[in-house]
Structures are given as structure tokens and as C-alpha cells.
């Protein structure tokens, strides 16, 4: 690991979470801009799996933007951060597993200050691992709410449209939308799955 103890520095570490369309993204990419103000060493990582927009940097929905290294795990992340960085940011870190939270964990122990953003819930509204975790061990919390897409209330979850069961499918508009409590359907996918097999069932028959 190449990450040294700086001394007499505290390390700490902020969560951002909420479902799809919530300004998740957009919140890190404001903290980090700030910190890149303020001269702070800044280094931003995001998952390899995440290619929606840009390859080489994290993208919001509303179109900010900023350069980022794209990684594996939370362990390539703690390989990767130079011992005089200062901030560290993660987005989506739901699709790092369970290594981002020992790395974010090492890297405040460390004095760093890292800014972590992802979902809190899946697609069916479970707690979305291993963002708990993560939840458990930050400093500062941020709870950020969408708009739900059929009645305007404030959404708290994500809604998958497609017909899958993946825990994972990487998407933005037009494969999952926001959704409020009363608006959100967690088995949708499920239906829509029962209904293509159906249609294809009876495609095959004639």
C-alpha cells in the first residue's frame, strides 16, 4: 500500500446516498470541486463498471463533470491514492463491494477526508450493500431525495423498469426512474419478466 500516515492530521469520512435522479454525483462532484479550490490534493476514483457517460470521469445526470480513475475494488483504490492526497472521492461506490469500506475506513485512519457517493437501496428496495456498512462508519451523512416521475412527491427509491433480475445493471432514463413510497412498484421487473416469457412462449406456440 502506498498511502503513508500523515501526522496531526484527522481523516473522516462523508456518505452521500438516495436513490437514481437524487443529485448524488452532482453533490461529490461540488465537494470535490471545492476541495480542488481550496488546493487540496484531490483524487477521484469511480467503478470500472460504470461507463454511462464518460470512461475517464464522473458524470451527473444534469451533465457536471469531472476527471476520475476508474478501479475494480476498494483494495485498488488504496494501491492507487499517493501519500500526499488529501481528499479522496468514490461514486457509486454500491458496485465496489465489500472492500470500499475497509479502504474508505484505512483512508480516514490515514487523514484523509473521503467523500463517498452511491445508492442506499436496490432495485427492490433492500438496503444495498454494501453501502450499510459504510453508513455505519461515516463522520457526516447525506440523504438526498429525487422527484418521484409519476406523481411529483419527494422519491426515496429506484425504480427498475426493465425486465431483469440482476441485482446490477448499470442504466440512467429509460431503465429506471424515481419513485416515491407510495408510486414504487419493487416487483415490477419480476412482472415484466413473467410477461415477455409469456409473449415468447406464445411466439414459439403458433
Known sequence: MRVDIVKGNMGWIEVVVGPMFSGKSEELIRRLRRAEIARQRVQIFKPEIDERYAKNG??????????????????????????????VGIDEAQFLGDSVVEACV???????????????????????????RLLAVAEEITKLLAICMHCGNPAVHTQRLVASEELIIVGGGGMYEARCRRCFEPMLAHEQMARDESAKAKAASK
Not at 111 to 126: H, Y
Request: proline letters at 5%; charged letters at 30%; zero cysteines.
Open 106 to 132: 484505512k483512508l480516514a485512519d490515514l487523514g484523509k477526508r473521503v467523500i463517498v457517493a452511491g445508492l442506499d437501496t436496490d432495485f427492490m428496495g433492500r438496503p444495498f450493500e454494501p453501502m450499510p
Open 58 to 87: 464522473i458524470v451527473s445526470h444534469s451533465g457536471l463533470e469531472i476527471a476520475s480513475e476508474m478501479v475494480k475494488s476498494g483494495e485498488e483504490i488504496l494501491n492507487r491514492v499517493a501519500a500526499r492526497t488529501e481528499v
